[in-house]
T-cell receptor
Framework: GAVVSQHPSWVICKSGTSVKIECRSL??????MFWYRQFPKQSLMLMAT?????????EQGVEKDKFLINHASLTLSTLTVTSAHPEDSSFYIC????????????FGPGTRLTVL | LAKTTQPISMDSYEGQEVNITCSHN???????ITWYQQFPSQGPRFIIQ???TKVTNEVASLFIPADRKSSTLSLPRVSLSDTAVYYC??????????????FGPGTRLSVLP
């Protein structure tokens, strides 16, 4: 089956630093990847949609200059949280979609970010 | 953009059949219904997807009435390991799936011994 990985699985950083999270589709090519954020006891919230080779589309209320998304290849998308603050602490989850109209999203295992 | 409504939580006992119903009154013609399972600190896992009538796989069944305004996920003989949050989503797979893929609060299922 289609597998999506994320790295790192967890990260702790100091306030003001930047953190990069990688999302990889291991055994398929993903033309579209999605980034979600999930706070404790809450549902997933879509942050942005990333298409290979083009700029990401951000959801309303998500700062594109703070959450930098790069989808440089068909198997890799990165999310960089710039100048992280404690309120950015959350569970970040990516998903990837196969090319074609009848394919589901495959979710990664998530990355736990804690900003001190 | 079809929104969904599910019960916030449900309790069940091991070995019982669990049915979780999701309402999606504004479902569009091209929308599919998809259910995901999520364990704490893990990404969602696909369970089942359907468009109409009944769909069955090795882990669950999905019942969709003719008007498609609701759907019911059926988990046969649940075990403790089925304790998780279950999300019902509707969206058009052809139309930038992600932007139509809105996660509601989900149903927190607790399976008791």
């Amino acid at each position: 089956g289609a597998v999506v990985s994320q790295h790192p699985s967890w990260v702790i950083c100091k306030s003001g630093t930047s953190v990069k999270i990688e999302c990889r589709s291991l055994d398929f090519q993903a033309t579209t990847m999605f980034w979600y954020r999930q706070f404790p006891k809450q549902s997933l919230m879509l942050m942005a949609t990333s298409n290979e080779g083009s700029k990401a589309t951000y959801e309303q209320g998500v700062e594109k200059d703070k959450f930098l998304i790069n989808h440089a290849s068909l198997t890799l998308s990165t999310l960089t949280v710039t100048s992280a603050h404690p309120e950015d602490s959350s569970f970040y989850i990516c998903s990837a979609r196969l090319a074609g109209e009848d394919n589901e999203q495959f979710f990664g295992p998530g990355t736990r970010l804690t900003v001190l | 953009l079809a929104k969904t409504t599910q019960p916030i939580s449900m309790d069940s006992y091991e070995g019982q059949e669990v049915n979780i119903t999701c309402s999606h009154n504004n479902i569009a013609t091209n929308d599919y219904i998809t259910w995901y399972q999520q364990f704490p600190s893990q990404g969602p896992r696909f369970i089942i997807q359907g468009y109409k009538t009944k769909v069955t796989n090795e882990v669950a069944s999905l019942f969709i009435p003719a008007d498609r305004k609701s759907s019911t996920l059926s988990l046969p003989r649940v075990s403790l390991s089925d304790t998780a949050v279950y999300y019902c989503l509707v969206g058009d797979k052809r139309d930038n799936y992600g932007q139509n893929f809105v996660f509601g609060p989900g149903t927190r299922l607790s399976v008791l011994p």
